[in-house]
């Protein structure tokens, strides 16, 4: 079973709008965090937001904004007033556990988002 | 500014031959990864170093290795390339286990194999 699953392969925004990038986790782990990159397509990985299993309030970064419905198991990303140089590939990825020399993380298949005008 | 370095950025090998990606960083971190990412894919985890100690993936090949010889350095080594192995490579750093600190990536390395 997948751990992430980002179910939109592409999305399109117009300009100065909001958009919602979905993400759903599945984990029996209790400690967790959840991550957000953009990857433009210069290939770089620009970490954008982080969500902790047992942060009690939405994390915030400027115009991102991360919905986390724990019961749910979703971290979806939402940019508000979206720019032209939003247009890049949105990946989620997910930390499990605390012990362990790693800090792993496993990616979703990502979202391509193009911002028109 | 502390960050992550790749070189090169793009490096192209004949196919066989063996080619060695180099990662360095100023962030003084513990962990330091290796990701192979295709096109239109997600990244991969080849393997991770903590500290000294060496983490190798399950499902990677042998033909990938991998060195540390210090805290800033880590050298991806892909011994007999095959057309297969075309890829990003990204390397990535992080402070340790558990924490909720990101992974702070390169620019990472394009590999292309003739």
């Known amino acids: 079973a997948q751990k992430i699953t980002q179910t939109q392969p592409g999305m399109f925004v117009q300009e100065k709008e909001a958009v919602t990038l979905d993400c759903t986790y599945d984990?029996?782990?209790?400690?967790?965090?959840l991550f957000w990159y953009k990857q433009p397509s210069s290939g770089e990985m620009i970490f954008l937001i982080y969500q902790g299993s047992y942060d009690q309030q939405n994390a915030t970064e400027g115009r991102y904004s991360l919905n986390f419905q724990k019961a749910r198991k979703s971290a979806n990303l939402v940019i508000s007033a979206s720019q032209l140089g939003d247009s890049a590939m949105y990946f989620c990825?997910?930390?499990?556990?605390?012990?362990?020399?790693?800090?792993?993380?496993?990616f979703g298949t990502g979202t391509q988002l193009k911002v028109e005008l | 500014d502390a960050m992550v370095i790749q070189n090169p950025r793009y490096q192209v090998t004949q196919f066989g031959k063996p080619v060695t990606l180099s990662c360095s960083q100023t962030l003084n971190h513990n962990v330091m990864y290796w990701y192979q990412q295709k096109s239109s894919q997600a990244p991969k985890l080849l393997f991770h170093y903590y500290d000294k100690d060496f983490n190798n993936e399950a499902d990677t090949p042998d033909n990938f290795q991998s060195r540390r010889p210090n805290t800033s350095f880590c050298f991806l080594d892909i011994r007999s390339p095959g057309l297969g192995d075309a890829a990003m490579y990204l390397c990535?750093?992080?402070?340790?286990?558990?924490?909720?600190?990101?992974?702070?990536f390169g620019d990472g390395t394009r590999l292309s194999i003739l």
């Open positions: 990535a750093t992080a402070t340790g286990p558990g924490s909720n600190q990101p992974q702070h």
């Open positions: 990825a997910m930390r499990e556990g605390v012990t362990g020399g790693g800090n792993k993380l496993t």
């Open positions: 984990t029996s782990d209790p400690s967790y965090g």
